[in-house]
């Protein structure tokens, strides 16, 4: 598949976003996958991907069901969720990090992941695109280059609240899956399914 192929989304993917596309630096890197030098992990995987009983992924389903209809559609196998397994929150922040937080009014401080700390990859992109829980800053097609004005820009308008803008819309979200995350016993209910799933595949009663 070419860049251009591979920049438009394949049908029935994201259909709640059906504007959503690669960048062009995007598009150009999965073609990468196709080259001698990096194919050999990609082989292996559509390999695993192709004998397997069933697919899981460590996700809840109310988060990207859409994503896991897609795989389960193409790939004609069953879709398993094993949610996300995390250690458990205290409530404490770490004491230097507190302390630079208490010089700011409530809700005003706005995260960034500029690729020092994390790397902005296509699932960053999805998080802006179809869970709305972020801004994506507007980068140079060609190469992903992008400037603090841009910053500037992605920050200002997911901290604007006045309006019905994306701000308000980042905001809800945000309480909508805090919400479901911090839900009693979710991690444990994931896991309990998931086992129920693997011992019906299996056969066992």
């Not at 995987?45 to 069933?54: E, F, R, T």
């Not at 809700?107 to 709305?132: D, F, P, Q, T, W």
């Not at 829980?133 to 500037?152: A, H, L, P, S």
Request: one cysteine or more; a negative charge; glycine letters at 8%.
């Amino acid at each position: 598949m070419t860049e251009a192929d591979l920049s438009h989304a394949p049908p029935g993917f994201l259909s709640s976003s059906p504007g959503f596309r690669l960048h062009a630096h995007e598009a150009r890197e999965l073609e990468m996958l196709g080259y001698p030098s990096r194919s050999y992990f990609h082989r292996r995987l559509c390999k695993s991907v192709d004998q397997s009983d069933a697919l899981c992924f460590n996700s809840f389903k109310e988060m990207e069901r859409e994503f896991g209809d897609y795989i389960s559609t193409l790939y004609q196998k069953p879709v398993l969720w094993a949610g996300v397994v995390a250690k458990p929150y205290d409530g404490m922040l770490e004491p230097d990090l507190e302390g630079w937080l208490k010089g700011f009014n409530p809700r005003s401080v706005v995260y960034c992941a500029l690729g020092s700390e994390n790397v902005i990859n296509l699932s960053m992109r999805l998080m802006a695109a179809h869970l709305k829980v972020g801004v994506e800053i507007v980068k140079r097609e060609e190469d992903g280059f992008f400037t603090k004005e841009d910053v500037c820009k992605a920050i200002l308008a997911v901290m604007e609240l006045e309006s019905e803008g994306v701000g308000k819309v980042v905001r809800a979200n945000h309480e909508k899956w805090k919400d479901f995350l911090l839900k009693d016993e979710l991690e444990d209910s994931y896991i309990n399914d998931l086992v129920g799933n693997l011992q019906d595949l299996m056969g066992y009663d």
